[in-house]
């Protein structure tokens, strides 16, 4: 349950039990003086610039968290403990399991330097600085130092996001008893020695990558197994055929795992029908072969059907896409690479995402994750903006993981006027306006997509054309994104 004051306010309960534990979730989040505070459950983000992935450090804590952003400060108190966190599909709950107290620091000292400190303190303490360089919007370097649960770590990383070209590497030191925090779900498996990941796109529809990994998983007894991971591959387009190859090498525990994947992808009918074959191979399993089968029937409706054959049994899983005005979603199969998971490293994976839309530019989000051993997880997010006289918007985008590429727009009348409620559909995802007439998307690549103004999903009313519209975008560095404008009549 959520409740709005009209003082900006914004509180939440929830409550439940999960294996027969009493399991509840509250927090009150208010602005104050130009500070975002929040008390009770929160999450909290806990990204290096010389990460290897970056976007995937998070974890959730109760107590009071207080954020303040400036255009060149961005300070974040908190205190109180790390949690382990209980998802449910609509429910999330925390249960507070070790006392902490953090202080997150950002400062830009110059328009290409920025300096970073994040201080943890635990039973271990956690103290690690940054120290980054923007050569260019596209070419970043950064230098990172300290302690993880009073284990020394040491990082560098370089960063090349350009339309042809994206080169990300780094090297890093961690013991296997490195931890950013200590949380007995945090399973965010960290780099180790060096990482680096070549993609290169001569065209817009040819693809060629190579990734070299070195990953440290957290095991529930305080330390890590390691796992090496090589990648190659390359896929082209032609419009109504798609072609991919990959093949892997990994080594974990001992176990050295090979792995192949072919597939080809064919667009029949007006896109109506999708139909995508792959087969997969390793020296412990017979040839995977898979078949994805997809039938749009609509343009916010689609069924698929995943069908997979190995070792003389077949197995047929359905699935379906679904975007609306006000709820969307998504229950599809895919295949995945596990190199920590020796025994069985492709592996079929459920993937659940439901959203709803709610009143007040707030939505929620329930999504399906997998960890390093192929195990689901569930995921509860939410965004929201906090209303009230003279109030700032606390939290806008809490995903767990979310990529520093932005696409950014407005859309606006005839006569220049903001339209909360306008339907955007971004590739395979719809987003709404604001109040402001703003729509934002995240993605973890450059790569251009498709941009649609859909007005039979409007929620503003009337009935509504398009007078003007880019028909295609291309994400960009959120320091340097141009916002795109759209505009409606009615």
Partial sequence: MTLYMPSGAQYSFSGGTVNGQVVYGFSAAFAWRSMGITLGDSQIMFPLPTDFDQGDYGFYARGAKVQKKTKRQDLTVFGGAVSTQYFLPGFMGLKPTTPAALIFYKLALTNKWIFESHEVFESRQTAIQSLSYAFSPTLKAALSGGIGSNSPYAAAGLNLDSKRVIFHGNYATASARFRRIESPLYVVSESDHANARLEISPFDNFHLTAEHTNLLAPLDHGTSTAAKENTVGGSESLGWLSLSTDAFWSTSQGVHTTGRNYSAGLRLFSNWLNVNQSVSTTPALHNLYSTVIVENLRPELSLSEFITHSNGTTSLNIGGHYVGS?????????????????????????????????????????????????????????????????????????????????????????????????????????????????????????????????????????????????????????????????????
């Fill in 326 to 490: 006000h709820f969307s979603a998504s229950v599809g199969w895919n295949e995945q690479f596990l190199p920590f998971n020796t025994k069985a490293p492709f592996q079929k994976v459920l993937s659940v995402q439901v959203s709803f839309r709610l009143p007040h530019d707030n939505s929620v989000q329930v999504q399906t994750m997998t960890d390093s051993m192929g195990h689901a997880r569930y995921a509860l997010m939410g965004t929201n903006d906090i209303y009230g006289e003279k109030s700032t918007s606390v939290g806008r985008s809490q995903e767990l993981s979310f990529g520093k590429f932005l696409i950014r727009g407005r859309v606006v009348d005839e006569q220049g006027q903001p339209v909360e409620g306008a339907a955007i559909r971004l590739g395979q995802n719809l987003v709404f306006t604001d109040r402001d007439g703003e729509f934002l998307m995240r993605m973890k690549k450059p790569r251009q997509i498709s941009l649609e103004v859909v007005p039979a999903e409007f929620t503003a009313p009337g009935a509504w054309r398009v007078v003007k519209a880019p028909s295609a975008v291309v994400p960009q560095l959120e320091a340097g994104v141009q916002p795109i404008e759209v505009q409606i009549a009615k």
